[in-house]
C-alpha cells in the first residue's frame, strides 16, 4: 500500500470579488507519495499559490491557534522560496536558526543542527555571513538549509531559481535534487521553468484551477529546447 506525504481530494476554492465569484480551484485531486519527486507547473494566476497555501498534509489545522500552526508547519513542511526571504540583519546560522526556536531545544543542541545543515548545503564557511555579503546562489543555499533544519516531511520548493542565473539554477537544482535522494525527502518544485521541471519523477500542470498529468516527453523536449 502506497504511503502518501501529502493527499487533496475534491478541493474546491472561491473568492468573492463584490458581486462576482472566482473559483480559483475547481475540484483538485493530488496524491504526493512519501519519497517523491513532484513538479508543478502552471502559468500566473493558474491556482498554483492558493494550492500551496492549503498543503498542511491532511491534518486538521483549523483548532489551533496561529503559534501552533507556526509550529506545525515548521515541524512537517519546510519551505524554499523565489526570493530567499532572509532576513538581512541576521547571519547565515540566525537565519537557519529561526525555525528551531519555536521548539524548546536546548541551546547546543540547536547550534549543532544549524552548523549540521549548513555544512550539508556547503555553506559552513559562510555561516557568519548577512545575506548582503551573499551571492544569490548562496542565498538560496540558506534558504534551503532553513527549510532542512527541522528535519520536516515535506519540502515545498516555491520557483526556486527564478531569480538566478543558469548556472546557478543548475547548482540550486542539482542541491534539491541531492535532498531528495539522499535524504530521501519529499519534495514538490513550483516551477514555469521546464529544466526545473525536468528534474521531477512526475510532473502535474495546473490551469484554470485544474489540475493535469503532464507529458514527461514534452517537457524533456521543451527542457532541451531551454538549454540550446
Known amino acids: 500500500m502506497t504511503a502518501y506525504a501529502l493527499q487533496l481530494i475534491n478541493i474546491h476554492k472561491q473568492f468573492v470579488r463584490g458581486s462576482e465569484r472566482i473559483e480559483v480551484l475547481r475540484g483538485v485531486n493530488l496524491d504526493v507519495a512519501n519519497g517523491e519527486l513532484?513538479?508543478?507547473m502552471g502559468p500566473s494566476g493558474s491556482g498554483k499559490s492558493t494550492?500551496?497555501?492549503?498543503?498542511?498534509a491532511?491534518?486538521?489545522l483549523s483548532a489551533m491557534d496561529?503559534?501552533?500552526?507556526?509550529k506545525w508547519r515548521s515541524s512537517h513542511i519546510g519551505?524554499?522560496?523565489?526570493?530567499?526571504?532572509?532576513?538581512?540583519?541576521?547571519?547565515?546560522?540566525?537565519?537557519?536558526?529561526?525555525?528551531?526556536l519555536l521548539f524548546n531545544?536546548?541551546?547546543?543542541?540547536?547550534?549543532?543542527?544549524?552548523?549540521?545543515?549548513?555544512?550539508?548545503?556547503g555553506l559552513k564557511h559562510r555561516m557568519h555571513h548577512r545575506p548582503g555579503q551573499m551571492s544569490g546562489g548562496e542565498q538560496q543555499r540558506v534558504g534551503i538549509a532553513r527549510a532542512l533544519v527541522t528535519d520536516p516531511t515535506l519540502i515545498v520548493a516555491d520557483e526556486p531559481t527564478g531569480d538566478l542565473d543558469s548556472n546557478t539554477s543548475q547548482e540550486i537544482l542539482d542541491?534539491?535534487?541531492?535532498?531528495?535522494e539522499d535524504l530521501h525527502k519529499t519534495v514538490i518544485i513550483v516551477t514555469h521553468d521546464p529544466r526545473a521541471a525536468a528534474r521531477a519523477e512526475r510532473v502535474v500542470h495546473m490551469d484554470r484551477g485544474v489540475l493535469q498529468e503532464g507529458s514527461r516527453e514534452a517537457l524533456q523536449l521543451a527542457a532541451s529546447a531551454f538549454a540550446h
Open 38 to 40: 513532484l513538479g508543478l
Open 175 to 180: 542541491l534539491i535534487q541531492a535532498v531528495h
Open 105 to 121: 531545544m536546548p541551546a547546543s543542541k540547536r547550534r549543532q543542527q544549524v552548523q549540521l545543515t549548513l555544512e550539508l548545503v
Open 79 to 100: 519551505f524554499v522560496f523565489q526570493f530567499y526571504h532572509l532576513i538581512p540583519v541576521l547571519t547565515a546560522f540566525e537565519n537557519v536558526e529561526l525555525p528551531l
Open 58 to 60: 491532511g491534518d486538521r
Open 51 to 56: 494550492l500551496l497555501n492549503l498543503i498542511v
Open 66 to 70: 496561529e503559534s501552533k500552526i507556526a
